[in-house]
């Protein structure tokens, strides 16, 4: 089976390690800003990032000689309400408007992400962003002007990206480490989110119906080390709690009964209101948004049947994968797997929203010779192109990334783009754009539909 004509082969980024411009044309402060300004002595930060901000218009001509017919990016919410809330940002409105213009133009199918880990900071100061209830109400306004604004040309809509992480990372939610009621606001900002996302998906229903809408997931694929059965069931425990129970709050508007044990044996169930149920059932997802890189290989090291996640497991090396630069598997086979178990699970049409591989790279005659990222590009599209003979609804691809973008963790060493930035951690130079042998494979794959 080939792919379908309408497929989404495309490509992401997402605001904060794209756009720079962080304090500018009256961007207000976000979770992610605050938290590359603690690593900015050791790495770059946001404050230009890709420079994507002021490339708009040579970018978006790149994508259409790439032949994209999709690009996802976020909406810096702090760029619409630089507070988070109050009055909107004319100028922020006006770079998105002109880049969704842009798109629409060339024949590229906008996918926006609403959230992608960038919470307004002030959020933040005044109520502890999404550990607040307000901020539900918050997010569910800047959805509804967002909608309003853009909503007659986007036709996809990604309510939060990678919720399953953010609630993992107390920095990425705001919060201090040190905080004593720590454990129990980290589920109270996940289930407050579930909600968010819920309400968003509700909004968006009865402004455009016609109009697709659902969640982004981090999705590794998860091993057992050995056929230990405390190994084995690690493994499906970890993958079951991570991925598949948000997947079936956001498919089934439902809490998952394992999570709501979780919650009740550690003390830490958030406060449910009456109608909660009905508003998590009412918002549930068009598809599903996935973010799928590599597999992790787990060990049960204290063989007690006790799985405390994060204390309790090892991350094995697999002797049977190759590894990158930053320890993440080089395994295209186990998409194909993934996808199958996602589909078969949720009967959801499924979009790739991230998929890549990482490099240290620097330019060489004044071109990127990406070898490994094109072999990569090639075993996974096969890997989709198998799923999709054996049913699964695909409907879309973003690569990650379109540009060599911020890494949140390691800065312009990890290196993900088509495209080549042409920046280094601390001499910004003028982030010139230079197009790597990726690209010009990428660019035959979507002319041939991906044969």
């Known amino acids: 089976m080939s792919f379908p004509k309408e497929f989404l082969w495309g490509a992401a980024t997402s605001a904060f390690q794209y756009e720079g411009a962080y304090l500018e044309d009256g961007k207000g402060w976000t979770v992610a800003d605050e938290r590359c300004k603690a690593k900015r002595d050791i790495q770059a930060d946001s404050s230009v990032a890709s420079d994507g901000y002021h490339h708009l218009e040579q970018d978006v001509s790149l994508m259409k000689e790439l032949g994209l017919k999709s690009y996802r990016f976020s909406i810096s919410w702090a760029r619409i309400y ?13 770079y998105y408007k002109k880049l969704i213009d842009l798109l629409v133009e060339n024949h590229i199918e906008p996918v926006v992400t609403l959230l992608h880990f960038d919470i307004p900071w002030a959020l933040v100061e005044k109520y502890e962003g999404f550990v607040s209830r307000r901020c539900i109400d918050l997010y569910d306004n800047y959805c509804r002007t967002c909608f309003k604004l853009f909503g ?15 609630v993992m990372m107390h920095d990425m939610l705001g919060l201090k480490k040190d905080d004593p009621q720590l454990s129990k606001k980290l589920v109270q900002c996940d289930y407050n989110m579930y ?19 659902g969640p982004c997931v981090s999705y590794p694929t998860f091993y057992p080390e050995t056929c230990h059965p405390d190994d084995v069931a690690l493994a499906y ?25 979780k919650w009740i044996k550690e003390d830490t169930v958030p406060n449910i209101l009456e109608e909660d149920d009905s508003i998590l059932k009412e ?20 063989r007690n049947g006790s799985f405390n996640i994060g204390i309790d497991v090892d991350i094995k090396k697999n002797p049977y994968l190759e590894y990158g630069q930053w320890n993440w598997s080089y395994d295209p086979r186990a998409l194909k797997m993934a996808l199958k178990e996602c589909y078969v699970r949720f009967k959801k049409p499924i979009m790739i929203c991230e998929n890549g591989w990482s490099e240290l ?23 989709m192109q198998k ?47 230079i197009k790597k042998d990726s690209f010009y494979y990428y660019r035959n794959v979507i002319e041939n539909n991906g044969l």
């Open 387 to 433: 799923a999709l003979d054996e049913g699964v609804n695909l409907i879309g691809y973003q690569h990650w990334s379109f540009v060599d973008i911020l890494s949140s963790s390691q800065g312009f060493d990890k290196r993900y783009g088509l495209i080549f930035v042409d920046r280094d951690n601390f001499n910004i130079k003028e982030c010139q754009r």
């Open 283 to 302: 918002g549930t997802a068009d598809y599903l948004g996935v973010n799928w890189y590599c597999t992790q290989t787990v060990s049960a090291t204290s």
């Open 237 to 261: 425990d970890i993958q079951d709690m991570m991925a598949f129970a948000p997947m079936e709050t956001y498919v089934y508007g439902t809490i998952n009964p394992m999570v709501m044990n």
């Open 361 to 383: 790279e620097e330019l060489c005659d004044g071109k990127v010779h990406d070898i490994k990222r094109v072999q990569y590009l090639h075993d996974h599209i096969e890997q």
């Open 195 to 213: 909600l968010a996302s819920a309400k968003a998906i509700i909004t968006c229903h009865k402004m455009y119906p016609n109009a697709h809408i």
């Open 82 to 94: 630089p507070d988070g809330e109050g009055t909107i940002n004319s100028e922020g409105v006006a």
């Open 152 to 166: 007659n040309k986007v036709n996809y809509w990604l309510t939060i990206n990678e919720q399953n992480v953010m």
